[in-house]
């Protein structure tokens, strides 16, 4: 079946530092990524969709300057939160689609803790 | 714009008990998907089922059955028999449908935190 992988699938860092999480689809092509947030005990929430090549597209009320989306192939996005503040810290997921599927397969997730 | 409530917020039962999680959206699409997910304490997201606006059908999977009705913009989800293996978060969640009959960017409930005792 279709695998993603994220690293580091935990990570503490120091509040000022930035921090790059990656997504990876092993074993197909993923044209769509999508980068989720989830607070403790709350919902996941959508920060972004990115296609292959071409820019992200933000959701209302996420800062894309601080959080830098990068979908430069069909296996690997990536997500880094720049000059990272202990209200950054939250569990982040990452799903892939291949081309115009329904299915959007996850990641198993990463844990940022800011400090 | 899309909605999905998932009004209960936790439930609690004994082994073996059944439990119905309920699952309330909106949409002004015509076309869109309908998702259960099973949220474990690792974190990791698990499918569990798929249902298109245009497939009213119930389904059964094991212990797990889901009634969907459009009259009532719900898509409700059944443990029979309930293991303590089935206690984690289990999200509700909607996807319009693509131009080109794909899905799109998902829109999931708060969750419901099911906690399955001995």
């Known amino acids: 079946g279709a695998v993603v992988s994220q690293h580091p699938s935990w990570v503490i860092c120091k509040s000022g530092t930035s921090v790059k999480i990656e997504c990876r689809s092993l074993?197909?092509?993923?044209?769509?990524m999508f980068w989720y947030r989830q607070f403790p005990k709350q919902s996941l929430m959508l920060m972004a969709t990115?296609?292959?090549?071409?820019?992200?597209?933000?959701e209302q009320g996420v800062e894309k300057d601080k959080f830098l989306i990068n979908h430069a192939s069909l296996t690997l996005s990536t997500l880094t939160v720049t000059s990272a503040h202990p209200e950054d810290s939250s569990f982040y997921i990452c799903?892939?689609?291949?081309?115009?599927?329904?299915?959007?397969?996850f990641g198993p997730g990463t844990r940022l803790t800011v400090t | 714009a899309q909605k999905v409530t998932q009004a209960q917020t936790e439930i609690s039962v004994v082994e073996k008990e059944d439990v119905t999680l309920d699952c309330v959206y909106e949409?002004?699409?015509?076309?869109?998907?309908l998702f259960w997910y099973k949220q474990p304490p690792s974190g990791e997201l698990v499918f569990l089922i798929r249902?298109?606006?245009?497939?009213?059908q119930n389904e059964i999977s094991g212990r797990y059955s889901w009634n969907f009705q459009k009259s009532t913009s719900s898509f409700n989800f059944t443990i029979t028999a309930s293991q303590v293996v089935d206690s984690a978060v289990y999200f509700c969640?909607?996807?319009?449908?693509?131009?080109?009959?794909?899905?799109?960017?998902?829109?999931f409930g708060t969750g419901t935190q099911l906690k399955v005792e001995l």
């Open positions: 074993d197909f092509q993923a044209t769509t």
């Open positions: 949409t002004r699409d015509t076309t869109y998907y």
């Open positions: 969640a909607l996807s319009e449908a693509s131009i080109t009959g794909g899905g799109n960017k998902l829109t």
């Open positions: 990115s296609n292959e090549g071409s820019k992200a597209t933000y």
């Open positions: 799903s892939a689609r291949m081309g115009a599927s329904w299915e959007q397969y």
């Open positions: 249902r298109n606006s245009f497939d009213e």
